[in-house]
Every structure is written in structure tokens, then in C-alpha cells.
């Protein structure tokens, strides 16, 4: 009989090692640090979205926030700060990325107009070569078809010879 044979008439399953069986994970929930907004930042935030820290009201008026009829839940007005305060950096951050780009460009213009500059000064220093290669070409041929030149006046001279 096999195994499995067996086992169904036993009425056993399959053996299992107790490291093998899932088990919830135990998780401990996570703190985040408090958002830190750079000082210069803040400096150039408008007043509506800089973190302010209030002290406590004496007597226990309630500031115009508190006061007015729509109030967010603690929660959700700490959610929106957050939020106000993750988009003023991903701009600023966006913002010193725009110079920088800006500035790279700039450089990269002066660095090909330089280049682009000294090819052109190579550029005539060639054609000025070829073309006076070319007229030297010239003279030459018609030299040979005058007769003239130091191979004719070799020729001439044994001639006389």
C-alpha cells in the first residue's frame, strides 16, 4: 500500500513542521518624524501656509478658526497642513531644479558656441590648404603644357647636348 494509502485510512493528514505554518504578522504601528520646512522656505512661504505654533489662549476665547461654522477634524486639518507643506517643497524643489537646468543650459551654449567657433577657424585653415594646394596643382599643369618647368629645361639641356 502507498503512503497516502495509509494515511487515508488512519484518517492522518500529512505531517507539518510548525515553522511551516503562516502566522499573522505582529507589526508595531509606525511613527513618522514631525515634516522639518527649511527656514528659508518658510521665510518665503505666505503667511497662510507656514507651520505656526500658537500658544495657548488665555480665558478660553477661541480663535476665529475655532470659532467659524466649517472646523476640520484635528486630523484631517493636520492631513491638509501636511499636504500644503509637501507641495510648497516639491515646488521649491522644482523651482531650484529649473535654475540649475537654466544654468547648465547656459554653460552648455557658451561650450558649444566656443567649440563651434574654434571648428570653424579649423575649417578655413583647411580650405585655405586645399585651395592652395589646388592652385600649385594648376601652375604646374600649365607649365607642362608650355613646356616650361624642370623636366623641360632637363629635357632641352641634353638636347643641346
Do not use: H
Request: charged share 45%; proline share 4%.
Amino acid at each position: 500500500r502507498t503512503t497516502a494509502a495509509l494515511r487515508r485510512e488512519l484518517g492522518e493528514g500529512a505531517p507539518r513542521l510548525g515553522d511551516s505554518l503562516y502566522r499573522d504578522i505582529e507589526r508595531a504601528p509606525r511613527t513618522f518624524n514631525p515634516l522639518k520646512v527649511p527656514k528659508a522656505l518658510q521665510a518665503a512661504l505666505p503667511f497662510k501656509t507656514k507651520p505656526k505654533l500658537e500658544a495657548a489662549r488665555k480665558g478660553g476665547k477661541k480663535s476665529l478658526e475655532q470659532r467659524r461654522a466649517v472646523v476640520l477634524e484635528p486630523g484631517e486639518r493636520r492631513a491638509a497642513t501636511l499636504l500644503q507643506q509637501l507641495n510648497a517643497i516639491r515646488n521649491d524643489k522644482a523651482a531650484k531644479r529649473r535654475d540649475q537646468q537654466a544654468r547648465r543650459g547656459v554653460e552648455k551654449a557658451k561650450k558649444a558656441a566656443k567649440e563651434e567657433a574654434w571648428r570653424g577657424q579649423l575649417n578655413k585653415e583647411r580650405r585655405k590648404d586645399r585651395y592652395r594646394e589646388q592652385g600649385q596643382a594648376e601652375k604646374r599643369k600649365a607649365m607642362a603644357a608650355e613646356g616650361g618647368g624642370r623636366m623641360a629645361k632637363k629635357a632641352r639641356k641634353k638636347e643641346r647636348d
